[in-house]
């Protein structure tokens, strides 16, 4: 999946737990992104990250938070406080924000 | 309560068809796009993109035709295959939205064999 790397595939919830997706990329872009999909509908920008230790809210971005440490790196934590977090989440790097899109193979978290 | 997903729109082709895929897209100012296909449980895919100063670009199999005069966007895939059957995605990039990706809901094109 050009060179990012999401896991885990599928990832349980219990109510009010906070989980973790990872997100890695090899491909050395500056920018990267979370969304989320519902089943069928488009995807939908939660954070973004155009530089390390700089990430900005998309447009449904709560309940939930994000860090960049690394430029090789974009975890995201669904926390608590996000209610409806059944979804496909997908995260994509690339070289120039805006521009084109490499997406890993997606986590699937569904509640317990 | 449960939620129940859209239903997609849906495009049915013969193999060895040509598909169009159509796409209006929102807002006047956008000046590059890009198509994606998605396979189910997959991430989306590259396809081709192209920009504003162009109306049409051509690629393996498929071709991207832009209007920016009525703001639509196709993508057409010749020869259409089984393998072709995914959700395709267009996605428009606004300036003003700080350069991000806005996508569409995405069609769903089913093949027959």
């Known amino acids: 999946d050009g060179g990012i790397t999401q896991s885990p595939k599928y990832l349980f919830r219990k109510e009010g737990q906070n989980v973790t997706l990872s997100c890695e990329q090899n491909?050395?872009?500056?920018?990267m992104y979370w969304y989320r999909q519902d089943p069928g509908q488009g995807l939908r920008l939660i954070y973004y990250s155009q530089i390390v230790n700089d990430f900005q809210k998309g447009d449904i971005a709560e309940g939930y938070s994000v860090s960049r440490e690394k430029k090789e790196s974009f975890p995201l934590t669904v926390t608590s406080a996000q209610k409806n977090p059944t979804a496909f989440y997908l995260c994509?790097?690339?070289?120039?924000?805006?521009?084109?899109?490499?997406f890993g193979s997606g986590t699937q978290l569904s509640v317990l | 309560g449960e939620s129940v997903g859209l239903h997609l729109p849906t495009l049915s082709v013969q193999e060895g068809d040509n598909s169009i895929i159509n796409c209006a897209y929102s807002n006047s100012a956008s000046d590059y796009f890009i198509w994606y296909k998605q396979e189910s449980g997959k991430g989306p895919q590259f396809i081709i993109d192209i920009r504003s100063n162009m109306d049409k670009r051509q690629g393996q199999r498929v071709t991207v035709l832009l209007n920016k005069t009525v703001k639509h966007l196709s993508l057409q895939i010749a020869a259409t295959q089984p393998g072709d059957s995914a959700v395709y995605f267009c996605?428009?990039?606004?300036?003003?939205?700080?350069?991000?990706?806005?996508f569409g809901q995405g069609t769903e094109l089913s093949v027959k064999p």
């Open positions: 994509a790097a690339a070289a120039l924000d805006g521009e084109k899109l490499f």
């Open positions: 996605a428009e990039n606004t300036d003003n939205q700080g350069g991000k990706l806005i």
């Open positions: 491909l050395n872009h500056d920018a």
